[in-house]
């Protein structure tokens, strides 16, 4: 079982930055591949990062350039710098953590958080 809690989200003009955090509850000694996902009202949820258990991270093109994904395992921690925003980045965010991954997804069973949303306007 994994918990996973993401904070950090807020209303910020486009070009400004956030960092999302993502504390994560999980079984000593187990490895997981993480996962950054947004989604928007009426579309499905869009991978954002991914992020293994050797720290190797994959980024949409949409982000890439931007946007920073990375773990403090002694924290158990998992973060997501987002600079240069745009008002297409608005979503709500979710962490997401599985066993294993492929690309931009996260393979079931998957354990996600509950989100935090991001609104970039002006």
Do not use: H
Not at 52 to 58: F, G, H, R, Y
Not at 61 to 78: C, E, H, I, M, P
């Amino acid at each position: 079982q994994v918990q996973l809690v993401e904070s950090g989200g807020g209303s910020v003009q486009p070009g400004g930055s956030l960092r999302l955090s993502c504390a994560v509850r999980r079984a000593t000694g187990s490895n997981y591949s993480m996962g950054w996902f947004r989604q928007v009202p009426g579309k499905g949820r869009e991978g954002v990062a991914t992020i293994d258990w050797a720290s190797t991270v994959l980024y949409a093109d949409s982000v890439k350039g931007r946007f920073t994904a990375s773990q403090d395992n002694a924290k158990n921690t998992l973060y997501l710098q987002m600079n240069s925003l745009k008002p297409e980045d608005t979503a709500m965010y979710y962490c997401a953590a599985a066993e294993y991954r492929s690309g931009l997804r996260l393979l079931s069973p998957t354990y996600w958080g509950r989100g935090t949303q991001v609104t970039v306007s002006s």
